[in-house]
């Protein structure tokens, strides 16, 4: 019984190691995909799948209702990752290297705290900010009034000129632990040998920073910009935990996910279309292509690495 | 002998007690979404069916609400689902019809008891067929904190004139908010707003049917002035209500921190529980004293037949029942805000609830205007209904630029409004 397997010069043991990974891999991952892009292609009527080519597509881009809400979303997406570029990622570098400091006390204690909002779940963060936020019962009004700033205060959730980007600072809130950690694992890997050869040279202080760490952990900074770009594009869940799926005021939150949402599942009296749905699913897959291509190919290149 | 058999047998796999039941016994097995219901289906209305109808046993199992549709479907293709289906109003449970999966109860005697509104949500367009039995609507209008009402010497309005010198009254004194509603969520400005006073101005059930037939548009003058009053409610509403979400509303409203919240029927329970201060309602204020007052009068949930059961019978007689003065009463007063759809003078014993249900009597009843057929294209007119009337009550857009935008919408899909 044993010597019929080893005659056979076949190596079962690689199919047999690979196959799980491939299996789940494929089953959850690469047949949705292109189920996905496949079903983009079709469209119901008479209550039958028909082959329409890109009519789908045409629709989504030519038709008006259906383009301004699309370019809307997509306008929105970039306001949301634009907010997370411009404050998320530089805060990030800025704790981690607060973090690396050696002399700093409770830095266990800090690494934790800025850490702990990225595990809980969006529904939570979503709920708690909505009721920080509320001029009802909202802690916000009352804290902005005791510094005497009640003039400040606005229901900020529900004015369209200031619910995306409040909605996007909550988002940062919540994941600037990722890039600070990954940040401050870059720092940690900067060996000291360079930091002191440089302060041999007179390079101390903020001059270290900009001149030797900054360099270093470029490569970091990308990937973390690049984890941001994807991760924003596909945000749903926050927008919808806090202004649900019609992502008001007026749309003013709508981003690609919720919009994909309502269009593929459906709202109240309107009814999915799972059709339309995965075109607009098909469009966010292909921007974040694009993007990631982007960056693949227009920036990791470029950048330098260091080999201690 | 043997096809009820095999059909009590079937049954069995979900009905544990089935087991015990007599042979002849049929076992009917109800699909709902209401799942806060199923004490009060197992403690009052099942025992109550069975005791006058013995031979029939009835097992009735819920699903989540958000769940509902999909899990019915997917029952029904599959052929396993129970014998009697909980229907949704309109396009969801008339696609089941057109599919085959409800059967036709035009002919079943109990539909005598209903009237054409109480049917038009489970009806094909030409309301030719019927295919569920009306089980009950939800009524909209004004409740109001008694007590706040006795300390500032107001009365309930009844015209629109009274309404905003009552809501100017409570606003002056400054001891309430006058009104409890936000417009974070959106469905509460169109739901409670627009469609609870719009009917007193498209005239209820004539307006709303010409804008199906397309013999008015959403830009006339009925369809703009509910939009136009809505405008002012601004000034009433509690500070920040842009960011003010639904349960927001309710709980300023049963804290006793503002005196008019715009309703709908189903709060009533809630209220009951939540509120410490006697409550009143009034109905949606008309322009002039001797106008006629309209109601929305919400077709919610009603009950049919799944077309594929074998226990077909058995399930005609539970829907006649269903149909009965005594289902209208035990329902109607277990749940108090859940109307009984049919003819019947229900006796209910909660004085709210019976303060809703009176205005049935002086008032003529309609339907929300964009859940008949309106809301079956892109962009969706019920869903725009939302986003416009909390635009119009923030004062982001004019009345007439949110009308002539949904009537651009509907016109865009609708053929009769092109």
């Known amino acids: 019984m044993t010597d019929s397997g080893r005659s056979s010069r076949v190596r079962w043991h690689i199919l047999v190691f690979l196959a799980p990974a491939v299996i789940v891999y494929t089953a959850v991952m690469i047949f949705p995909l292109f189920n996905t892009l496949r079903l983009a292609l079709y469209t119901e009527a008479e209550q039958q799948r028909v082959f329409v080519g890109l009519q789908n597509f045409r629709t989504l881009f030519g038709d008006q209702i259906w383009s301004e809400q699309f370019w809307n979303a997509l306008g929105n997406n970039f306001w949301f990752f634009f907010i997370h570029m411009l404050v998320q990622n530089p805060i990030g570098v800025l704790l981690a290297a607060i973090l690396s400091h050696p002399r700093l006390r409770f830095a266990h204690l800090y690494r934790s705290a800025i850490f702990i909002p990225t595990i809980l779940s969006f529904v939570i963060v979503g709920f708690a900010w909505k009721l920080i936020l509320s001029p009802i019962w909202g802690i916000a009004p009352s804290l902005l009034d005791a510094v005497g700033l009640k003039s400040l205060y606005a229901p900020w959730l529900g004015k369209e000129e200031y619910a995306l980007t409040t909605l996007a600072l909550v988002s940062v809130w919540q994941f600037v632990g990722i890039p600070m950690m990954l940040i401050y694992a870059a720092l940690l890997s900067i060996p000291e040998e360079i930091l002191e050869a440089g302060e041999c040279d007179g390079i101390t202080g903020m001059a270290a920073f900009w001149k030797i760490k900054l360099p270093l952990i470029l490569p970091s900074i990308g990937i973390i910009s690049i984890l941001t770009f994807v991760g924003n594009f596909n945000a749903f869940d926050l927008i919808y935990a806090a202004q649900g799926a019609l992502a008001g005021p007026d749309f003013s939150t709508d981003i690609l996910g919720t919009f994909l949402y309502r269009t593929f599942f459906g709202f109240q009296l309107q009814l999915g279309d799972p059709h339309m749905g995965s075109a607009i699913a098909t469009a966010m897959f292909g921007i974040i292509l694009v993007g990631v291509c982007i960056y693949l190919f227009g920036i990791q290149t470029r950048l330098r690495r260091y080999q201690f | ?418």
């Open chain 2, 1 to 418: 002998m043997t096809r009820p058999l095999i059909g009590a047998a079937l049954l069995a796999t979900t009905a544990l007690t089935a087991t015990s039941a007599l042979a002849q016994d049929v076992t009917l097995t109800i699909e709902s979404w209401r799942n806060d219901d199923l004490t009060l289906w197992q403690d009052k209305i099942i025992p109550a069916f069975e005791a006058s109808h013995p031979g029939i046993k009835i097992n009735f199992t819920p699903s989540a609400p958000a769940e509902y549709n999909a899990v019915l479907n997917s029952k029904l293709d599959a052929g396993s689902a129970g014998d009697l289906i909980t229907c949704r109003p309109f396009d969801a449970s008339l696609a089941l019809y057109d599919g085959g999966k409800l059967a036709d109860l035009t002919d079943l005697e109990a539909m005598a008891n209903f009237s054409d509104v109480a049917k038009s949500a489970w009806q094909t367009d030409d309301g030719s067929a019927t295919f569920c039995v009306p089980m009950a609507s939800v009524i909209h209008g004004f409740i109001y904190n008694k007590e706040a009402f006795e300390e500032l010497g107001i009365e309930p309005p009844t015209t629109v004139d009274e309404f905003f010198a009552v809501l100017d009254t409570i606003k002056e004194d400054g001891t309430y908010i006058p009104m409890a509603m936000g417009t974070n969520d959106q469905w509460e400005a169109a739901t409670m707003g627009y469609q609870n006073i719009g009917p007193n101005y498209w005239k209820g059930e004539v307006g709303r049917l010409a804008l199906i037939k397309g013999e008015q548009k959403l830009t006339d003058e009925g369809w703009v002035e509910p939009y136009r009053q809505l405008a002012k409610w601004k000034d009433y509403l509690g500070d920040g209500f842009e960011a003010q979400t639904y349960p927001d509303s309710q709980n300023l409203f049963t804290l006793g921190r503002a005196a008019i919240y715009p309703a709908g029927s189903w709060e009533i329970s809630g209220f009951n529980t939540q509120a410490d201060f006697e409550m009143g309602a009034f109905p949606p204020p008309v322009v002039n004293a001797d106008d006629t007052c309209y109601i929305s009068d919400h077709t919610d949930i009603a009950i049919g037949l799944n077309a594929a059961s074998p226990n077909a019978d058995a399930a005609r007689t539970f829907l006649n029942w269903v149909g009965s003065e005594e289902f209208a009463s035990l329902y109607a007063n277990a749940l108090p805000g859940f109307f009984s759809l049919s003819s019947y003078d229900v006796a209910m014993e909660d004085p709210l609830a019976q303060e809703f249900v009176s205005w049935r009597g002086k008032c003529e009843s309609t339907i929300r205007s964009t859940y008949q057929i309106l809301s079956r294209g892109t962009p969706n007119l019920e869903n725009e209904t939302w986003n416009a009337s909390a635009q119009v009550i923030k004062g982001a857009e004019s009345p007439e630029d949110a009308a002539k935008r949904l009537q651009d919408g509907l016109a865009s899909w609708y053929e009769p409004q092109q």
